[in-house]
């Protein structure tokens, strides 16, 4: 009876600490200083400095990935890093990843929007050039 006991408590404690678990993973949040850079033509580039943020639930070492090609993986090398200050040219949207160095899990992600600006609408007259009045 008090093995049945015991096993039944370690199998709740088991449980508890993966239900903990499970819902700090998901706090993790990844934050983007700007979100947007508008370029004055489509083909411009955008030339920007970027600041990452991130705050994890509990210490942790975290990597920061992105889609675009020029910049490589970065890891952090203690868990009080919080903050990354990156410099990009780009054309197009970037999309970056925080990840778990050991675990390789996905904790967060951001987007830099690249927008052109609209071209200037021509306003179209609305008498005649020769009108008297």
Not at 8 to 36: K, R
Not at 95 to 106: A, L, N, Y
Request: hydrophobic letters at 40%.
């Amino acid at each position: 009876m008090t093995f049945k006991l015991i096993q039944a408590t370690l199998v709740i404690i088991l449980l508890c600490n993966i239900t903990y678990a499970a819902g700090q993973e998901s706090t993790a949040s990844l934050s983007l200083s700007p979100q947007f850079c508008i370029t004055a033509d489509v083909e411009q580039s955008c030339e920007i400095e970027l600041v990452l943020n991130w705050e994890t639930p509990y210490p942790q070492v975290v990597c920061i990935m992105s889609d675009h090609n020029e910049l490589e993986k970065w890891c952090a090398d203690s868990p009080n890093t919080h903050s990354l200050t990156l410099k990009v040219e780009t054309q197009k949207d970037i999309q970056f990843v925080m990840i778990d160095k050991e675990s390789h899990q996905t904790l967060a992600g951001v987007k830099l929007k690249v927008t052109p600006t609209s071209a200037p609408q021509v306003r179209r007259r609305y008498r005649n050039p020769w009108s008297l009045f």
